[in-house]
């Protein structure tokens, strides 16, 4: 089977015929895998190679080729980066790919400090022109190569948003084709649809519902084209990027822009330490990091990384409490400085030991280097991560922890890491996300799939809070146990917006679908 | 988990396999690196993603269609080769990668081509008409071999001397001013310069970016041996793509290191910088120019040294002894740039994207000969650059970047000057 003749005809003529293929070439190397973030997991067995290929460069098109799609009742996934490959792949035969990449415009309104931008734009891209303007905008632990739009729209967590919110709350104007074609125009867009100032607009503010529950719909509720997003002002010491690859760093104003490491006494202190900075209301960025990061950072490649890290073992990963802060002068050098003093004396009442830093940023302001994850063992996933409060993200990590024992190998020895956790909003919230490694081609490589059950049950009779409901995690299994019976409300949700199931399917329950499926799933499919 | 035995061999695709499967999509080989990204424009670092948008132009779709091609998921079909040969293989993607995450981008990609040859889709038909070309008369052109040293004017080569020049088909035959100015830097710094004359024939490069291995090896074997007996052990050349094909290529081909060939090649900025060091030529003539400097693929991060390696590649990837990994990093990117600051009267004022983020001409990996649109396209993206900066002129290192960028200019009407290096140089000593 294939894209019937007729509606590819009709597609072409939407967006002619430079920028649509249903060649096998063209549709093979739109697939992702086998490796990817997710992709060299079970879920890659459900993943389909999509029957055509098509590029929109505006709104109208996009509205049109779904019309189109429901019209002929072909399903469509939509992908801007199509990093979060398990989720960027159709899960159906036959699906039409509509690749957002020509999608990129990038507008800055200076004076109300916001910017619109299309699909196609990504993080590095939109915090040049932020910094440009002496405002800026936070890289998120996905990665500087991550689509701003979708990311905004699935959460957006980075260590600077210590200061301003996780992204998906800082969207503002919103530019959405619903899966039945129609074009819904959020905030002050709704009443003008040149003016992207403002987020909640008139009427029912809507952004909740693009942003689903856990975590976005992944292109299960149409596509968003356009969204104008927060920005922050910036110091205005513009940081000067240093180095040729692979050691290239942003060299730092340092009046202006400091990382500061702490080794702590303990993780009490740790703990400690977070709230005490937060009440002080300084910092722009704290963050407790895996101690394997550090040992990236040492290493010259995946070989020497793996002569340092196991160089360590469970006692002295357990004495190693590393907490980073950034401190920015955002008004003024003074800022620093009081900053700097404030922060000193937290650190000398908690017994916090500064240990030497470099006077550059690697990650971060400008970069993150997601793609990094994969280069020890050759396979990452994030099966876990929430925003909760910090205690929990403490104990869930002694937890996860002691968990992940079992299933070791075929994940990465860890000597008893308690995972990634940073602060949020001021120490009132706290990020907490648990990585794991593996290598793809481990003989045991399903015991990853069991693991990600493993940590939905843990969530659920310990009543943690999770933030991966409905990916990585069968909705079916979380839905009961949380909201309660959110996955109902989301299938209805679903229905209510795409009654023909044309968006994306069967996300959200595209797990669902595969943990049926496989066979090595059967054995432990309780629920 | 079990080992397997692998080999940096490019004429065995399946050495790559690891490398192609372990992609993530990350696009490393897409963008400029984050730190450096310049912002919404000038952003991108492959010519042929940006130029035809699909994945199959790009270097994680290529290692898709690979591995589909190698476990039969996917068949040749015009369109499948058109996407392996519409790269100019330079190496932006490979640099990328390895910012991150390590993978043999470059010779998976080479691997590809050859497998294709081997297979008998490849190359396109334009890239086998100049094979026929070099064969029978040893450059490009197909100009009558025994006239490959007709650029010598007043600059002579010598005998007493252990350096030879390998001129290159464009400087012996197309572009005198370039070979007649490196004879006079040669000349004017004492050491002199021979030349292999009828006995240089081509270095390859068409052949070997175009996958046709065995007529690139039959070429190495023959400059290699008349190398050795030429008694010289420093080979410069005035050409970028001659520099790589001497320099990394031809050990390559042969499972070798470049430091087991037994001579040393230079680029003409490497040798310049190191005479202006011992100050064996000076800068006197003033150059009013504001200029901009463009990395030649294969001076810059493509011109690393190749180490040989072959070994056991085991659990979570690791590699026994340690892989070499060539990250674009020692590249000629300081050289050239040194010596442009240090002419009198140039204005240097640099692009956005340089060194290991640079875009490419057009030129290479046979594109300009079998998709000469493309290869325009790319070079108006680079001029486009240039002009942004307000650059009155562009410099290069490498005779086909001169071509490509002079011809766009003539066809789109603009004046902005192309030099390459050698002449900037050449005046500036007189």
């Known amino acids: 089977m294939s894209i019937p003749k007729e509606a590819y005809r009709v597609l072409e003529s939407i967006v002619g015929s430079e920028f649509i293929s249903e060649d096998p070439v063209d549709c093979e190397a739109h697939t992702p895998g086998p490796n990817g973030f997710e992709t060299d997991l079970g879920i890659a067995t459900i993943m389909k190679r999509p029957g055509c290929v098509i590029f929109p460069s505006t709104t109208e098109e996009v509205q049109k080729i779904v019309r189109t799609c429901n019209r002929y009742k072909i399903p469509f996934i939509p992908v801007s980066t199509q990093w979060w490959s398990g989720r960027g792949a159709p899960k159906v035969n036959d699906a039409i790919l509509l690749d957002l990449k020509r999608m990129d415009c990038c507008e800055i309104d200076e004076r109300h400090m916001y910017a619109v931008v299309g699909s196609g734009i990504i993080y590095s891209q939109l915090q040049e022109e932020a910094m440009k303007r002496g405002l800026y905008t936070t890289i998120p632990g996905g990665g500087s190569q991550v689509g701003v739009v979708a990311n905004h729209i699935l959460y957006g967590s980075s260590p600077l948003n210590y200061r301003t919110c996780i992204a998906n709350r800082r969207i503002l104007g919103v530019e959405w084709v619903l899966p039945s074609g129609e074009i819904l125009r959020l905030g002050s867009l709704a009443f003008n649809k040149d003016d992207f100032l403002w987020g909640e607009g008139i009427g029912p503010d809507l952004r909740g519902l693009i942003r689903g529950f856990s975590p976005g719909w992944m292109g299960s509720m149409g596509i968003v084209t356009k969204m104008s997003v927060k920005l922050f002002p910036f110091q205005p010491d513009k940081p000067i990027p240093t180095g040729i690859s692979p050691e290239t760093a942003l060299e730092l104003p340092l009046s202006r822009m400091r990382w500061y490491n702490f080794i702590m006494p303990d993780k009490g202190a740790v703990v400690k330490a977070m709230y005490e900075i937060g009440k002080a209301e300084i910092a722009a960025g704290v963050t407790k990091v895996p101690l394997f990061w550090r040992a990236i950072a040492k290493a010259n490649n995946k070989e020497e990384f793996w002569e340092i890290w196991d160089k360590e073992s469970e006692e002295s990963v357990a004495a190693m409490n590393v907490l980073r802060v950034l401190l920015i002068g955002f008004t003024s050098e003074r800022q620093l400085e009081y900053e700097e003093g404030v922060l000193l004396d937290i650190m000398e009442e908690l017994g916090g030991k500064q240990a030497r830093t470099k006077p550059t940023d690697e990650s971060w302001i400008k970069n993150a280097d997601s793609a990094g994850m994969w280069m020890m063992c050759g396979g990452y996933t994030s099966l876990e991560f929430d925003f909760e409060a910090i205690d929990h993200a403490i104990e869930k990590g002694v937890d996860c922890s002691a968990l992940k024992k079992d299933f070791t190998p075929p994940l990465m020895r860890a000597y008893g890491d308690q995972g990634w956790f940073q602060v949020g909003d001021f120490g009132h919230v706290a990020l907490f996300e648990f990585l794991t490694y593996h290598d793809p081609d481990d003989e045991e490589i399903h015991k990853v799939d069991e693991w990600a059950i493993a940590l939905a049950k843990l969530n659920i009779n310990k009543r943690y809070y999770t933030a991966q409901l409905a990916s990585h995690k069968p909705l079916f299994l979380t839905g009961p146990a949380y909201g309660p019976d959110y996955h109902k409300w989301m299938l209805r949700i679903k229905e209510e917006f795409d009654p023909n199931n044309l968006s994306n399917p069967p996300v959200p329950a595209d797990y669902d679908m595969f943990v049926d499926e496989a066979e090595w799933m059967k054995e432990i499919k309780d629920w | ?430």
């Open chain 2, 1 to 430: 988990m079990p080992e397997e035995y692998v080999k940096l061999d490019v004429t065995d695709i399946d050495n790559f396999r690891y490398d192609m499967r372990r992609c993530v999509r990350c696009k490393g080989c897409k963008w400029v690196d984050h730190i450096y990204m310049p912002g919404s424009k000038f952003s991108t670092r492959c010519p042929s993603e940006k130029r035809y948008l699909f994945d199959s132009f790009s270097a994680w779709g290529r290692l898709r269609l690979a591995l589909g091609l190698m476990d039969g998921q996917v068949n040749y079909s015009q369109r499948l080769v058109e996407a392996i040969y519409k790269c100019q293989l330079c190496g932006a993607c490979d640099a990328g990668c390895k910012r991150n995450l390590d993978l043999e981008i470059s010779s998976s990609l080479e691997a590809l081509r050859i497998k294709c040859v081997n297979d008998g889709y490849g190359p396109m038909p334009e890239q086998k008409a100049l094979a026929e070309k070099i064969e029978k008369e040893h450059n490009v052109f197909g100009a009558p071999s025994k006239n490959r040293a007709k650029w010598i004017k007043e600059n002579k080569p010598v005998d007493e001397t252990d350096i030879i020049y390998f001129v290159g088909c464009y400087a012996s035959y197309k572009m005198p001013e370039i070979s007649r100015a490196t004879a006079s830097i040669l000349n004017a710094s004492g050491r002199g310069f021979k030349l292999m004359g009828p006995d240089e024939y081509c270095c390859g490069y068409p052949l070997y970016s175009t996958g046709q291995m065995d007529k690139a090896k039959e070429v190495a074997e023959h400059n290699i041996e008349s190398i050795e007996n030429s008694g010289a052990r420093t080979v410069v050349t005035s050409c970028a793509e001659c520099y790589k094909t001497l320099k990394v290529d031809y050990p390559k081909m042969l499972g070798k290191s470049t430091s087991d060939m037994g001579y040393q090649v230079i680029h003409l900025v490497e040798f310049v910088e190191e005479q202006l060091g011992e100050g064996n030529i000076q800068f006197k003539n003033k150059l009013d120019l504001r200029l901009t400097y463009h990395d030649s693929c294969n001076l810059a991060r493509m011109s690393e040294p190749w180490v040989y390696w072959e070994g056991k590649r085991g659990h979570f990837g690791l590699t026994e002894p340690t892989m070499p990994r060539r990250r674009g990093t020692y590249g000629l990117y300081g050289q050239p740039r040194d010596i442009l600051k240090s002419i009198p009267g140039a204005d240097l004022v640099e692009m956005v994207r340089i060194r290991e983020n640079a875009w490419c001409c057009g030129a290479g990996g046979g594109v300009k000969e079998a998709f000469p649109d493309f290869a325009k396209w790319s070079a108006d993206e680079r001029l486009l650059e240039a002009k942004d900066v307000g650059a009155q002129a562009l410099v290069t290192t490498c005779p086909r970047c001169k071509e490509n960028f002079t011809n766009t200019i003539k066809a789109s009407g603009d004046n902005m000057s192309v030099y390459d290096i050698s002449e900037l140089i050449g005046e500036a000593i007189k």
